[in-house]
């Protein structure tokens, strides 16, 4: 199974409104990512949170970290159209050698 | 700076061919990721390859196989291809530190019919 669990799935919201996604993992981490998707497109990364960070801000992005729940959050503010994507989160752990990526949620942003 | 490059862009193949993907990475960046995304099983990690040395391997069939040049260019091969090898096949390059940001390419489509 994958280490990452994205919640939800998809969600739709308007724009001007935030966005929170939510990532739930399983095993001991160095850092997260979160990686964006526009459709049938390669990957962009966003944001990257080391283990020993709680919260990590990127213009309208801001990212929590809760080791101790083994979880993390994105969150995007004041969301436009152009933010519709499928949000990834992707996990170092400190027993593997390369990243692992959950399922994605995918973000619809209605004008 | 360029980014990464991946061609074909899209293909069909039948059951039974093979197929070749190309990639070229960053200039400077020496690791290069092949994932395969599909909409059941998500991004599934195939393998890396860091200074022409296969450093990480996923847990697909022999039938899937890669390597890498000394220009970092890499290229991933799929052989006697399956109806269940229609994905997207994506690559990522990266300077190679473990756990580090990867820089994707747009993908190659893949359709096997």
């Known amino acids: 199974s994958q280490q990452g669990e994205e919640d939800p799935q998809a969600l739709s919201i308007q724009e001007g409104e935030n966005a929170t996604m939510n990532c739930s993992y399983k095993?001991?981490?160095?850092?997260l990512q979160w990686y964006r998707q526009n459709s049938g497109r390669g990957l962009v990364h966003l944001i990257l949170?080391?283990?020993?960070?709680r919260e990590k801000h990127s213009g309208r992005l801001r990212v929590t970290l809760d080791t101790s729940k083994k979880s993390s959050s994105l969150l995007i503010t004041a969301s436009r159209a152009a933010d519709t994507a499928s949000y990834f989160c992707?996990?170092?752990?400190?027993?593997?050698?390369?990243?692992?990526f959950g399922e994605g949620t995918q973000l619809t942003v209605n004008p | 700076k360029a980014g990464v490059t991946q061609t074909p862009r899209y293909l069909i193949k039948t059951r039974g061919q093979q197929v070749t993907l190309s990639c070229s990475p960053i200039?400077?960046?020496?690791?290069v990721s092949w994932y395969q995304q599909t909409p059941g099983q998500g991004l599934q990690f195939l393998f890396e390859?860091?200074?022409?040395?296969?450093?990480n391997k996923g847990n697909f069939p022999g039938r899937f196989s890669g390597r890498q040049f000394s220009n970092s260019r890499s290229e991933m091969n799929v052989s006697t291809l399956e109806l269940g090898d229609s994905a997207l096949y994506l690559c990522?390059?990266?300077?190679?530190?473990?756990?580090?940001?990867?820089?994707f390419g747009e993908g190659s489509r893949l359709t096997v019919l």
């Open positions: 990522a390059s990266s300077s190679g530190l473990v756990g580090g940001e990867l820089f």
């Open positions: 095993t001991s981490i160095n850092n």
């Open positions: 949170i080391r283990s020993n960070e």
């Open positions: 992707a996990t170092d752990l400190t027993s593997g050698s390369r990243l692992t």
């Open positions: 200039s400077g960046h020496r690791s």
């Open positions: 390859y860091f200074s022409e040395t296969q450093r």
